[in-house]
């Protein structure tokens, strides 16, 4: 009965465990937003130095993004938002066929 327990126990960490390394994995492979942007402005910096590197990168950080560049970089959320909304529009629906429509289309995964 020990071992068995034993087992169990040993199965259950290493199903939880590559579970843990699986998501880090997912995450580490898309690159946020803001990841992209540091990417960019130090590229954009790599001939400057000490305080002036230090005063291009807080600024390069801190602009906002261009209207083309937002479109591209919005949430998963954001994104499925603006795809729906557009065939939506495209499907000409309104009222209630509009609300339905939404619904299915932002709950499909």
Do not use: I
Not at 26 to 39: F, Y
Not at 85 to 106: H, Q, V, W, Y
Request: charged content about 30%.
């Amino acid at each position: 009965m020990k071992k068995l327990a034993t087992l169990l126990a040993t199965v259950l960490t290493l199903g939880l465990t590559m579970t843990v390394a699986h998501a880090a994995d997912a995450a580490a492979a898309a690159p946020s937003a803001q990841q992209g942007k540091m990417k960019t402005c130090n590229m954009d910096a790599k001939d400057k130095k000490g305080d002036e590197r230090k005063a291009f990168m807080k600024e390069c950080l801190s602009t906002k993004a261009t209207p083309a560049e937002a479109a591209t970089t919005g949430t998963p959320q954001q994104n499925k938002m603006k795809t729906c909304n557009a065939d939506a529009k495209t499907k000409a629906l309104k009222g209630d066929e509009r609300k339905a429509f939404m619904k299915s289309c932002l709950s499909n995964k």
